[in-house]
């Protein structure tokens, strides 16, 4: 958006106002609508300070973030107004009563910004076009669909179920990735205590023997000085790294790709990550080309739930082979992100006029992988996690028991 300051006259006073507009036209038309006066002269500016104030406050007060919808009352809200839509019951009052039996604050303000649109004439699909940061393209296409064809409650309650499906599939990592991190968290906080309070017990006692300290010993001394000394400056620095690794991440789109490409090679982190990429990507694209969205726009809204910046970029190779004639097999060959077997599953399809039924077979197909692989999480983790104890008791009993027995062999 630009801004425009207009001089005006009112009665014998001469006065201005800063408006924010696409162009010229738009804010003379803004103008006139607040009855001010008479134009003289439209100016386009700089963003005024005290505007940019106001809009550095709203986005800490207003209760619209620049952030998805939890998924959880998002999803309830869906259910109950598609319920209230497939009743037969007006849509400005389907809207207004799941407004006021949602908890959530975003989700109320946006849907009460929506409903005042409705109100004053436009469509449902064009009012919530504004919030796609917070509702996603998914949700935009899923209206604008149910619009289009008349079914408005069963689109909503096919976009409730995609996303039903997606959030069952995140708890069900967050759920087997617990056990892991609760072992890791556990792991450092011992290291570091004994580190801290139990290594410092040994040290006079070490260095008055005189004695040549063996190697673990030399390892936990230098680790303890190393906390001990420079602890500070190395949290620092950590958090430092990953704020600045963070942000380079969301900014730099080169970096992201290569970020994404990194994830994917490493061990049990790139399988879970694939599997729940594309399986998400196959889903939503059987239903949206079950209900009736074109093939290319469905391509397009699917790529739209993957996360994985470099698995999106190869998907995006699939609408471009259909844009240039080929077929969608050739186009999912291209995206080199598939295996011999589904590539011919998704070509018997196309060729047999059976897609949709082949699609949901591939789905399930990674839908399983990806359910096995979350459920056996801890199992597959088992053995780094037992070398990663084995080891640090072992450099520990090492460190305090070796010298311990050498000043006995002198002592005897």
């Known amino acids: 958006m630009k801004f425009f300051r207009v001089r005006y006259k009112q009665a014998k006073k001469h006065s201005s106002i800063t408006l924010e507009a696409a162009h010229k036209a738009e804010a003379l038309k803004l103008f006139r609508t607040?009855?001010?006066?008479?134009?003289?002269?439209?100016?386009?500016?700089?963003?005024?300070?005290e505007m940019k104030i106001e809009r550095f406050k709203k986005r800490f007060t207003s209760p619209i973030q620049n952030r998805r919808v939890k998924d959880e009352p998002y999803i309830a809200f869906l259910d109950q107004l598609s319920t209230m839509l497939d009743a037969g019951m007006p849509i400005n009052t389907c809207l207004a009563e799941s407004i006021s039996?949602?908890?959530?604050?975003?989700?109320?303000?946006?849907?009460?910004?929506?409903?005042?649109?409705?109100?004053?004439?436009?469509?449902?699909?064009?009012?919530?076009?504004?919030?796609?940061?917070?509702?996603?393209?998914?949700?935009?296409?899923?209206?604008?669909?149910?619009?289009?064809?008349?079914?408005?409650s069963n689109a909503i309650a096919k976009l409730s179920m995609i996303l039903q499906q997606i959030h069952e599939n995140r708890q069900k990592l967050k759920k087997a990735t617990r056990y892991p991190l609760f072992i890791l968290i556990a792991m450092s906080i011992a290291f570091t205590v004994v580190i801290t309070f139990v290594v410092p017990q040994f040290q006079s006692f070490f260095?008055?023997?005189?004695?040549?300290?063996?190697?673990?010993?030399?390892?936990?001394?230098?680790?303890?000085?190393?906390?001990?000394?420079?602890?500070?400056?190395?949290?620092?620095?950590?958090?430092?790294?990953?704020?600045?690794?963070s942000i380079a991440y969301s900014k730099y789109p080169s970096l992201r790709l290569k970020a994404d490409q990194s994830m994917l090679k490493i061990y049990i982190?790139?399988?879970?990550?694939?599997?729940?990429?594309?399986?998400?990507?196959?889903?939503?694209?059987?239903?949206?080309?079950?209900?009736?969205?074109?093939?290319?726009?469905?391509?397009?809204?699917?790529?739209?739930?993957?996360?994985?910046?470099?698995?999106?970029?190869?998907?995006?190779?699939?609408?471009?082979?259909?844009?240039?004639?080929?077929?969608?097999?050739?186009?999912?060959?291209?995206?080199?992100?598939?295996?011999?077997?589904?590539?011919?599953?998704i070509k018997a399809g196309e060729s047999s006029g059976s897609l949709g039924v082949m699609l949901g077979k591939v789905n399930r197909v990674y839908n399983?992988?990806?359910?096995?692989?979350?459920?056996?999480?801890?199992?597959?983790?088992?053995?780094?996690?037992?070398?990663?104890?084995a080891g640090f008791v072992l450099v520990l009993a090492l460190g305090i028991f070796m010298p311990m027995w050498s000043m006995v062999d002198i002592a005897g």
Request: aromatic share 8%; net charge negative; hydrophobic share 45%.
């Open 34 to 49: 607040k009855n001010l006066g008479v134009p003289l002269e439209v100016q386009e500016v700089s963003e005024p300070l």
């Open 101 to 152: 039996d949602t908890h959530d604050p975003m989700i109320r303000s946006i849907f009460a910004e929506v409903l005042r649109d409705i109100e004053s004439g436009q469509s449902l699909s064009r009012s919530v076009a504004g919030f796609q940061r917070q509702i996603g393209t998914l949700s935009l296409s899923m209206f604008e669909l149910g619009e289009q064809t008349g079914t408005l």
């Open 207 to 245: 260095e008055q023997s005189g004695m040549e300290l063996p190697f673990p010993t030399k390892l936990l001394l230098w680790t303890e000085h190393a906390i001990r000394t420079y602890g500070p400056y190395i949290l620092t620095g950590s958090i430092i790294l990953a704020t600045t690794f």
């Open 269 to 345: 982190v790139g399988k879970v990550t694939y599997y729940a990429m594309i399986g998400r990507f196959i889903y939503l694209f059987n239903v949206l080309t079950e209900a009736g969205i074109p093939m290319i726009e469905s391509l397009q809204i699917a790529m739209g739930v993957v996360d994985n910046d470099y698995i999106r970029q190869e998907l995006k190779k699939i609408p471009t082979a259909i844009e240039d004639g080929r077929s969608l097999a050739q186009g999912f060959a291209e995206s080199a992100q598939f295996e011999g077997m589904i590539l011919q599953m």
């Open 368 to 389: 399983n992988r990806y359910t096995y692989i979350v459920d056996n999480v801890a199992t597959l983790i088992e053995p780094i996690l037992i070398a990663a104890i």
